[in-house]
T-cell receptor, first 115, second 110 residues
Framework: GAVVSQHPSWVICKSGTSVKIECRSLDFQATTMFWYRQFPKQSLMLMAT?????????EQGVEKDKFLINHASLTLSTLTVTSAHPEDSSFYICSAAPGLAGAQYFGPGTRLLVL | RKEVEQDPGPFNVPEGATVAFNCTYSNSASQSFFWYRQDCRKEPKLLMS?????NEDGRFTAQLNRASQYISLLIRDSKLSDSATYLCVVRAGNNRKLIWGLGTSLAVNP
């Protein structure tokens, strides 16, 4: 199956720090990648759709200036959590799909803890 | 009404049991359907796509009923390793965004 990697897997940082998370599709090209967030015992929440070469599409209620997305190539999308605060502590997961209508494959996720 | 609804469970079953999960979706224009499983503190992993004619993968069988707008997953001969949360996922039309159910929790007991 398609492989998606994500880095780092764990981040612990102080409040006010910006944190960058990378998502890579390893064996396929992805014009679109997706960024999700999941709080403990809650469902996945789509934050934004990352589009290669153009602006990301953010879901309602997600601050685009807080969560900066850059999809600079067909295999890499980055999510930067700017000026992170403790309430941003969560499990951030990216996904990508090899084709237009197929399933999405997820990276292993990044656990962010903001102190 | 939620776009994708699942019974959250938990379902507690003994090893070897057969268990079925149902999921309903609200958008009749939905085109693609999937079941994912998510283990505690891990990312979701694709279990199987769901096709109109129904499909089987080993102990897992998925069915789609477009008229009633529901999807089912049947697990036969449950193993301890099947314990996880099972997520019903739907894509509407040409929109690449997936709509996720809240998941059904399964615990298979020895």
């Amino acid at each position: 199956g398609a492989v998606v990697s994500q880095h780092p897997s764990w981040v612990i940082c102080k409040s006010g720090t910006s944190v960058k998370i990378e998502c890579r599709s390893l064996d396929f090209q992805a014009t679109t990648m997706f960024w999700y967030r999941q709080f403990p015992k809650q469902s996945l929440m789509l934050m934004a759709t990352s589009n290669e070469g153009s602006k990301a599409t953010y879901e309602q209620g997600v601050e685009k200036d807080k969560f900066l997305i850059n999809h600079a190539s067909l295999t890499l999308s980055t999510l930067t959590v700017t000026s992170a605060h403790p309430e941003d502590s969560s499990f951030y997961i990216c996904s990508a799909a090899p084709g237009l209508a197929g399933a999405q494959y997820f990276g292993p996720g990044t656990r962010l803890l903001v102190l | 009404r939620k776009e994708v609804e699942q019974d959250p469970g938990p379902f507690n079953v003994p090893e070897g049991a057969t268990v079925a999960f149902n999921c309903t979706y609200s958008n009749s224009a939905s085109q693609s359907f999937f079941w994912y499983r998510q283990d505690c503190r891990k990312e979701p992993k694709l279990l199987m796509s769901v096709y109109s004619s129904g499909n089987e993968d080993g102990r897992f069988t998925a069915q789609l009923n477009r008229a009633s707008q529901y999807i089912s997953l049947l697990i036969r001969d449950s193993k301890l390793s099947d314990s996880a949360t099972y997520l019903c996922v739907v894509r509407a039309g040409n929109n690449r965004k997936l709509i996720w159910g809240l998941g059904t929790s399964l615990a298979v007991n020895p």
